[in-house]
């Protein structure tokens, strides 16, 4: 039996989350079919609903690709994350305390969590700690933002590869940890507070460059030569007046620049 384009979209979601699809990586259409034991029609169509989810873009002539977040729109994404995030532990202190079949299935997460950090495959690991934010909102009883929240989950592991992000995965769990146990005793303010500060500490912990002149390096080796001892052993030729090549290129260069 064929995959189905629900399948594979959620597969390469979760090859995301798991930092094996890295930014950029190119997705071939012929490719995943042969993988997926499918039609193209069926992974155009997975594809199409990635691309509509800000996860995958596609190029008229050079296919499909994972994306890879500008500097802005990795801001937007955790400050999106952020309002998602802090609104929905708002919401839930507003009708009391989280039940307990939803705190278990949180502890149990975070033991899955504790368990991967022992081990040394990477990718569960990732997915883990990304994926106790969907799982959180499915707690919190909102099916429809868990679902809003994996994909931008997975655009900001896609920003974390991409700016080399230097986050600790041991202080990301135990951040978790302080979390559910402020949930756990009702204390919704300090829950939505410390979700506040572990957000900002992983988008803190991105190494993002301060923007810089396009032009620097180009301008740098075409600028022109100020070696005065090499000029003046030269013997300096005279131009005509009325020569209408009198202004110095490279001066001219240099005012283009």
Same mark, same amino acid.
């Given at each position: 039996?064929?995959?189905?384009?629900?399948?594979?979209?959620?597969?390469?979601?979760?090859?995301?989350?798991?930092?094996?699809?890295?930014?950029?990586?190119?997705?071939?259409?012929?490719?995943?079919?042969?993988?997926?034991?499918?039609?193209?029609?069926?992974?155009?169509?997975?594809?199409?609903?990635?691309?509509?989810?800000?996860?995958?873009?596609?190029?008229?002539?050079?296919?499909?690709?994972?994306?890879?977040?500008?500097?802005?729109?990795?801001?937007?994404?955790?400050?999106?994350?952020?309002?998602?995030?802090?609104? @929905?532990?708002?919401?839930?202190?507003?009708?009391?305390?989280? %039940?307990? $079949? +939803?705190?278990?299935? =949180?502890? #149990?997460? /975070?033991?899955?969590?504790?368990?991967?950090?022992?081990?040394?495959?990477?990718?569960?690991?990732?997915?883990?700690?990304?994926?106790?934010?969907?799982?959180?909102?499915?707690? @919190?009883?909102?099916?429809?933002?868990?679902?809003?929240?994996? %994909?931008? $989950? +997975?655009?900001?592991? =896609?920003? #974390?590869? /991409?700016?080399?992000?230097?986050?600790?995965?041991?202080?990301?769990?135990?951040?978790?940890?302080?979390?559910?146990?402020?949930?756990?005793?009702?204390?919704?303010?300090?829950?939505?507070?410390?979700?506040?500060?572990?957000?900002?500490?992983?988008?803190?912990?991105?190494?993002?460059?301060?923007?810089?002149?396009?032009?620097?390096?180009?301008?740098?080796?075409?600028?022109?030569?100020?070696?005065?001892?090499?000029?003046?052993?030269?013997?300096?030729?005279?131009?005509?007046?009325?020569?209408?090549?009198?202004?110095?290129?490279?001066?001219?260069?240099?005012?283009?620049?």
């Amino acid at each position: 039996m064929s995959t189905s384009a629900s399948e594979i979209s959620a597969r390469i979601v979760e090859a995301v989350m798991a930092q094996k699809l890295a930014p950029g990586s190119r997705l071939g259409e012929q490719q995943l079919a042969m993988l997926f034991d499918c039609s193209r029609t069926i992974v155009r169509e997975a594809l199409t609903r990635l691309a509509a989810r800000g996860i995958v873009t596609v190029s008229a002539r050079r296919g499909w690709f994972v994306i890879e977040p500008s500097q802005e729109e990795a801001r937007e994404a955790f400050e999106a994350r952020r309002v998602i995030e802090l609104g @929905l532990i708002r919401s839930a202190g507003s009708t009391g305390k989280i %039940d307990k $079949t +939803a705190l278990r299935q =949180l502890k #149990a997460h /975070l033991q899955r969590e504790k368990a991967a950090l022992k081990e040394s495959d990477v990718g569960n690991r990732s997915f883990l700690l990304g994926d106790f934010h969907v799982c959180l909102a499915e707690c @919190l009883g909102n099916t429809l933002l868990a679902d809003t929240l994996r %994909d931008f $989950t +997975a655009r900001t592991t =896609l920003i #974390a590869m /991409l700016y080399q992000s230097t986050h600790d995965a041991v202080q990301s769990c135990e951040d978790h940890v302080q979390i559910v146990a402020a949930l756990e005793r009702g204390d919704h303010a300090a829950a939505e507070a410390l979700m506040a500060a572990h957000i900002g500490t992983v988008q803190s912990a991105l190494r993002v460059q301060a923007p810089t002149d396009p032009l620097a390096q180009l301008r740098d080796a075409l600028a022109p030569l100020h070696n005065t001892a090499a000029t003046s052993a030269k013997p300096k030729r005279r131009k005509p007046a009325s020569s209408p090549d009198d202004t110095d290129s490279s001066t001219y260069l240099g005012a283009l620049l």
